[in-house]
């Protein structure tokens, strides 16, 4: 067997590999190894043979946060860390090797990881990572209105936890998955440039021919870059963002709608330390202010288009002024505090309701600074009508997006990337190909259902605020009444938010 | 484990019985073949009644048999001939396997691991061993198997089953290395080879010498190696679902692909394996959830079940 001269040449190669190109039709000679199986050939012409070209098990299309998280997942199960991984990302700031400072001023791209995700972090041991930079746990929360009828407080207390989630920076976790995939011993490369076509080899086995040439990438799929180079994968994971190619090539049709809203997303500076995370329905859309750490949070302002336009290019000061009358008494006035200790007649019903019910109305902290640029970005819903393809699966913003009102857009991601990287596992224990639809079809199963259900609820949070309209004005401050007292509902929107629970039902 | 305690009830059975079906026509009006089976298991020739079917993969087991007319050999090959080409297709005549080979790719992991002393985590826990799929078709078995580290060899009757395997091994790196035979287990038994574990899934349904084929099974098994046998069991039951319901009624498998007469039961298996010194350990059925449409692993060895057993040492 050649497997011996193999592994001791191979560990050669790949300090070789960064000098040299190889191109599909290539004929100088030139030395080759890709995986650590595959004999190395030394070909001094050739045709369009498929030895040269590098065979991988998983080719990752988009190295953001959830295809990282795909093969940070994948290198961290001893299932899966054998299975070679390409990332195909042109993001120069992959292969930067210059550190997160801590000194950086906060970047205004940040996102709230629920407790499911943190957990799910954990177990690849790449949380560590993003404890070594600015994050920022928050056990509060509290929802209110324009019309100041009602408002909800949430506890992390509520469901005897420690925290409801944490808000880190999209670069920090980002570069926490890459320093944790790198400290593994996982066989990947990344590949900086962008996919630009991608064939998928056909199994003639079905069609009679005998015209099936016994090449060994019969069943693989064909990946071209936009720099010449191409490989080949059994599995294609489409991990490239809401305007996902890889979703084209495989020509999945989606369903979805654009929403009538922009978000404005900065980062600000107050005086006092901030725990809570603040939202407040607005006429045109919610204001979030969410804690950082370090007396700085991030403001998601969901409004119109034009008064986004408006709103960006503003001067400074008038933006704070408009971001404290948001969060404050601008647009409509405060809603009342519960009275405390007011049981009366009806002391009974209150009996087990959640220390958070009994909380007063606080005013968010007074903004003082705007610490980072403003970024402006055009909203929508969408969902792919199939995650998966032959050989091809969508995870992330590639298969579906939502409105930024829960926080939930990331962690629905996380959560596919999650699920994927446990049924590729299952795939490999049984000598699956994993590859292959049955098994793919498993993760869709799985996800779909959990994905759908969250994106329901959210478009309907969209929709039920965007009408200003007297009885469902009181209806919506009856609803917020109802969720702060009725403690069963409160704690399973809790877990639910959390991703303790994947699918909103009464367990 | 629930399925030692089956194991233990099966083992207090103190004698062999003798199963023999008079005119199935009257009691199965829906059965298309006109002949009596008759499946003896006591080891002694017997002279085959009229039109019984005839050993197809035995055929040169005891020279000692009679040369018997090969009618219905051809026939139960030429059911699989001629469907051969749909092995690879998920959708097609073979759903079902495909559907089950998860669930029995995981009780075979699960067992040989513990078998073979390795490491239940690693992606290739059977490096180094060699294994024999009998009666592996297209190779759904014999795939995985190698993609886990085993060395496999496959051997089918149905010389189109052979090609195609061969075929859709080589899209596969990871396959190409599978060898591939159109022989039968006692072809392999003269030439003395020997494997680690010998596989024989959903096959001895279709041999008309179950004794035999064990036997021709444990020749090939080295001393302590491992078997594992799976079929489907003779109960009412399995008739109406594995017959009635998947042949007739949902078309998951074409009309006449088992015949009722041709199961085993699980009692019955354990004694032939028994005579051919190899001691089942464990016992899993397989369960169908209509709902979820998956297979999974349980106690209920009614219908679908698969044994694993060693040879004993000699």
Known sequence: MNRAIVRRITPNIRTWRSTLKTFCSDTSEKLHGSDGDKAVTVKSSSLDSTDNVPQYDVAIVGGGMVGMALACSLASMPLTKHLNVAIIDSNPALLARDNIKKEDAPDPRVSTVTPATISFFKGMGAWQYVQLHRHAFFDRMQVWDYTGLGYTRYSARDVDKAVLGCVVENKVLQRSLLSCMEDSDVKKKIYPSRLNSMTLHKSSLLSGTDSISSEPSGSLAKLNLSDGDCLYAKLVVGADGSKSHVRKLAGISTTGWKYPQNAIICTVEHTEDNRCAWQRFLRTGPIALLPMGDNYSNIVWTMGPQQAADRRSMNEADFLKAVNDALDDGHGPHPQSERIGDGGILAWLRSDETSSASEHFEVPPRITKLASDRMVFPLSLMHANNYVSKRVVLIGDAAHTVHPLAGQGVNLGFGDANSLSRVIAEGVAVGSDIGEMALLKRYESERKAANIAMMAILDGFQKAYSIDFGPLNVLRAAAFHGVNYISPLKKNIISYASGEQRLPLFT | ?314
């Open chain 2, 1 to 314: 484990m629930a399925s030692k305690l089956l194991l233990s009830q099966l083992r207090n059975i103190t004698r062999p019985t003798h199963h023999r079906l008079i005119n199935p026509n009257f009691i199965f009006p829906l059965k298309n073949q006109t002949l009596i089976h008759s499946r003896p298991y006591s080891d002694a020739p017997q002279p085959p009644p009229v039109g019984s079917k005839p050993p197809p993969t035995n055929a040169d087991s005891a020279p000692t048999h009679k040369k018997i007319s090969s009618s219905l050999n051809q026939a139960e090959l030429a059911k699989f001939s001629a469907i051969a080409e749909t092995w690879w297709d998920a959708e097609g005549p073979f759903k079902p396997l495909h559907v089950m080979n998860p669930t029995r790719l995981a009780f075979i992991r699960s067992t040989l691991c513990r078998h073979f002393g390795k490491d239940p985590y690693s992606a290739k826990p059977f490096e180094g061993l060699k294994f024999v799929d009998v009666g592996c078709g297209g190779g759904i078995l014999s795939e995985p198997l190698a993609r886990m580290g085993a060395t496999v060899t496959g051997i089918d009757a149905v010389e189109k089953n052979i090609n195609i395997a061969q075929l859709h091994a080589d899209l596969d790196p990871g396959t190409s290395s599978i060898e591939y035979l159109c022989t039968t287990a006692e072809k392999l038994v003269e030439e003395q080879r020997k494997f680690d574990a010998v596989l024989a899934l959903e096959v001895i349904e279709h041999v008309a010498e179950p004794a035999e084929f064990c036997k021709s099974l444990s020749a090939l098994t080295v001393s302590g190696g491992a078997n594992v046998i799976s079929t489907i069991n003779r109960s009412m039951r399995a008739y109406a679902t594995a017959i009635v319901v998947a042949e007739y009624l949902l078309h998951w498998l074409p009309k006449g692909t088992h015949e009722w007469s041709s199961f085993l039961t699980p009692e019955e298996l354990v004694l032939i394996l028994q005579r051919a010194s190899i001691s089942v350990q464990e016992m899993a059925g397989f369960v169908y959830n209509p709902l979820t449409g998956k297979w999974s692993l349980s106690d209920d060895i009614s219908v679908n079940f698969i044994a694993y057993g060693t040879k004993n040492t000699e």
